[in-house]
């Protein structure tokens, strides 16, 4: 007997879409002698929807869907496990239905409803978890959805129920090293029971997300005898053999290098991100710096060199040097470069604020001034092709407030917003390993804004390693600062930086969506107010 689990990328709303690809998925499960073919959670109407649960014609069209997916499949000898939203008197569940020959045979209603990090599940569904096991080829198999199984209850309650297998819808989003900790979670749940398991994850970009796939079946003594490919579309199907219940060994897929990971799940965001809202192209200002030339080659190795196009701004205080390296850069990569200078635009601006100036030093503003002009005219060429500029950000900026509202802010999505400084020179590092793109020199010199002279972002912040240090420990693990102190900081640093981190709140609020990829990104992840009065 052979199961299988369809590992798609799916998209919210697109109901459709959805049925088609669901539909494609069991016709070829079916060719492959597949008797029983898992989906992933909300597959029907992609993940997450958010308030679109709200919405009494979402359900509408999910159950449309579902008829279309009914109507595809009812020739097929397979049992079809479906992810699908449903409000039944009032109550809305998580819920995956059961297909056989045309004909909806039995529904399951997700019992554990995360609410943290990314997830805000009991804003939307009441939880059941009444079990559903059904039985094909001799086996009996039970369904569980996503979160169910990083918990004891549901897996008991189906093998309290009779099931021999379990099967387990997923919508589990990327981040780093993700995937470890959910085939130790399985293990820990499921496979001390003595059930094997098969898990299908949705694999894609969804806003902020990235759902990375790795879609995997354990067998009853909690071996990884299958997993599928790291940030693609696939369909991963196990044998049992005859007389049991339980699985053969079959293709891993294996692990890859974090920089690897990181790197793919940023390709696979920004493809999705621009292909599914309908952007034809990507526009990205570049420096000569480290972090637009790891944007730049992040797009072109998502969207292809004939949908990027990089702009060079150069202001009084651009040295010879970014000029020279963004050419060597584009050149190699093969997009569209244009170099319009903002010397002009500059001065008009100084101009105009001369006289409100006067008597007063030059400082910040006039450096955020020349990072407003190169905003406005990436805006405008964005709005005059009707692409989408791709902002350069990091997240150690972005945590302490290195960055400029309307600036270097300015655009559509935010590609490294959840990178850290020193990872996006591993990554670029990495990168090149692929294939030289970026140029060395780009990677060793020293980081600079460029928007006076001399200029170093090291006169403005701490050695970027400490930073991330503090930031990590702070932002991401709550730590407090008598702890990050202990670890061996220096105290002044922390201070400085926890400090910064909270008065930069409001600039994060005005910023653009970016890929996550750590388990606590600026957004999502992070609720801070903007108006406190409290100091750790």
């Not at 709303?13 to 959670?41: H, K, M, W, Y």
């Not at 020293?446 to 002279?453: G, T």
Request: aromatic share 8%; charged share 25%; net charge negative.
């Amino acid at each position: 007997m052979r199961i299988a689990a369809a590992q798609l990328n799916q998209t919210v709303g697109d109901f459709e879409g959805n049925a088609r690809r669901i539909a494609a998925a069991a016709l070829e499960s079916a060719s492959q002698g597949v008797s029983v073919l898992v989906t992933p959670e909300l597959s029907l109407s992609g993940y997450p929807p958010e308030d679109l649960l709200l919405r009494p014609a979402f359900y509408e069209k999910a159950d449309a869907a579902l008829a279309q997916v009914l109507q595809a499949t009812a020739l097929l000898d397979l049992h079809l496990v479906v992810g699908v939203p449903v409000m039944r008197e009032g109550r809305r569940y998580n819920a995956a239905v059961l297909l056989h020959r045309g004909a909806v045979v039995g529904e399951y209603r997700k019992l554990e409803l995360p609410n943290y990090d990314v997830f805000d599940e009991q804003r939307y569904f009441v939880p059941d978890g009444e079990p559903l096991v059904f039985e094909s080829g001799g086996v009996r198999f039970g369904v569980l959805i996503c979160e169910d199984f990083w918990y004891a209850r549901a897996p008991q309650r189906a093998c309290q129920a009779g099931a021999q297998v379990l099967l387990v819808l997923n919508a589990s989003p990327f981040h780093m090293d993700k995937q470890s900790r959910r085939v130790d979670t399985a293990r820990d749940n499921v496979s001390r029971l003595g059930l094997p398991v098969l898990a299908a994850n949705m694999v894609g970009g969804q806003d902020e997300l990235v759902f990375d796939g790795l879609s995997f079946a354990l067998d009853s003594r909690g071996q990884l005898v299958a997993q599928s490919a790291f940030c693609e579309e696939a369909l991963l199907a196990v044998d049992m053999p005859a007389g049991t219940a339980d699985f053969a060994a079959g293709q891993v897929v294996p692990a890859l290098p974090i920089e690897a990971q990181i790197y793919r799940a940023l390709v696979l965001g920004v493809r999705d991100y621009l292909g599914k809202n309908g952007f034809p192209s990507a526009v990205i200002g570049l420096s000569g710096g480290i972090d637009s030339a790891l944007t730049l080659a992040i797009a072109v190795d998502a969207l292809g060199a004939d949908r990027v196009r990089a702009v060079m701004m150069p202001s009084p205080y651009t040295a010879d040097i970014s000029w020279i390296d963004s050419r060597d850069m584009v050149a190699r990569i093969g997009v569209r470069y244009d170099e319009l200078r903002i010397d002009q635009c500059f001065e008009a601006f100084r101009s105009t604020l001369a006289q409100e100036f006067a008597g007063r030093a030059e400082d910040t503003t006039e450096e955020n001034l020349q990072a407003r002009i190169r905003g406005t005219l990436l805006m405008a060429l964005t709005n005059k092709y009707g692409s989408i500029v791709l902002t350069t950000g990091n997240k150690s900026e972005m945590a302490v407030g290195y960055c400029t509202l309307y600036g270097d802010m300015a655009g559509g999505f935010a590609v490294i917003k959840d990178i850290a400084k020193t990872m996006v020179y591993r990554l670029a590092r990495w990168r090149n390993q692929q294939g030289e793109v970026i140029p060395e020199r780009i990677i060793t010199r020293a980081p600079s804004a460029e928007l006076r002279p001399n200029q170093l972002d090291q006169d403005s912040l701490p050695p970027y390693e400490t930073l991330d240090a503090i930031m990590q420990m702070y932002m991401e693990d709550n730590r407090g600062i008598e702890e990050i102190v202990a670890a061996g900081h220096p105290r002044e640093a922390v201070e400085r930086v926890v400090r910064l981190i909270r008065i930069s709140e409001y600039k994060r609020r005005q910023a653009p969506v970016g890929i996550r990829v750590t388990h606590r990104a600026f957004g999502r992840d992070w609720r801070m107010p903007i108006t406190s009065k409290f100091r750790d």
